[in-house]
């Protein structure tokens, strides 16, 4: 079966000091597949919208900052990952510095700013535990993976990395 996943970015951005990160605590909506975990922003990317201009247009809109120096970390395969088994294939990026003072929510949970040591701790979809310390190296080697999910837990993950630049 060929693979023709749903397109998503995903962004994690740093306080100035790197020491904590904003999260969204997906606690507003019941119904909501990530409810009660801890995330990343971000979203679809839109038709004719490239990744970069969906990582900026949905941190804009989730926290109200706009992205000021942001990089892509990686890339990630999720087969199986949807409600209903749909793929999923997502750029992870990790935003430096933005402008503005982020909201206290949004229509899919509060907005916490989280001390990156502590993230791992956290309620989060399974999977993140294995690519997140991967985000947060202060390094501009790239990853690419794969990860997927069946029944909603990944059952396996395997990656890549490019050289430094």
Same mark, same amino acid.
């Given at each position: 079966? &060929?693979?023709?996943?749903?397109? +998503? ?6 306080? %100035?000091?790197?020491? #904590?990160? !904003? !999260?969204?605590?997906?606690?507003? #909506? &019941?119904?909501? %597949? ?6 990343? !922003? ?22 109200? !900052? ?14 199986? *990952? ?8 997502? *750029?992870? $990026? ?7 003072? &982020?909201? +206290?929510?949004? +229509? ?9 040591? #502590?993230?791992?701790?956290? %309620? ?6 294995? $690519?997140? %310390?991967?985000? $947060? ?10 990860? &997927? ?17």
């Amino acid at each position: 079966m &060929p693979f023709t996943p749903i397109l +998503a970015t995903l962004g994690y951005i740093l306080s %100035p000091d790197g020491r #904590r990160v !904003l !999260l969204i605590h997906r606690n507003r #909506r &019941p119904n909501d %597949p990530h409810w009660g975990k801890y995330n990343g !922003l971000g979203g679809k990317v839109e038709p004719g919208e490239d990744v970069v201009s969906c990582i900026r247009r949905e941190i804009l809109e989730e926290s109200g !900052l706009e992205c000021a120096s942001l990089s892509l970390r990686g890339t990630i395969g999720w087969p199986g *990952f949807g409600k209903h088994g749909e793929d999923w294939f997502g *750029f992870i $990026f990790r935003v430096d510095r933005y402008r503005g003072e &982020p909201y +206290a929510g949004n +229509a899919e949970g509060n907005l916490e700013w989280v001390e990156v040591n #502590r993230v791992l701790e956290l %309620p989060l979809w399974e999977g993140d535990r294995y $690519f997140l %310390p991967l985000v $947060f190296e202060q390094t501009d080697r790239q990853f690419h993976g794969v990860m &997927p999910y069946r029944d909603g837990r990944p059952v396996s993950w395997n990656y890549s990395l490019l050289p430094s630049t």
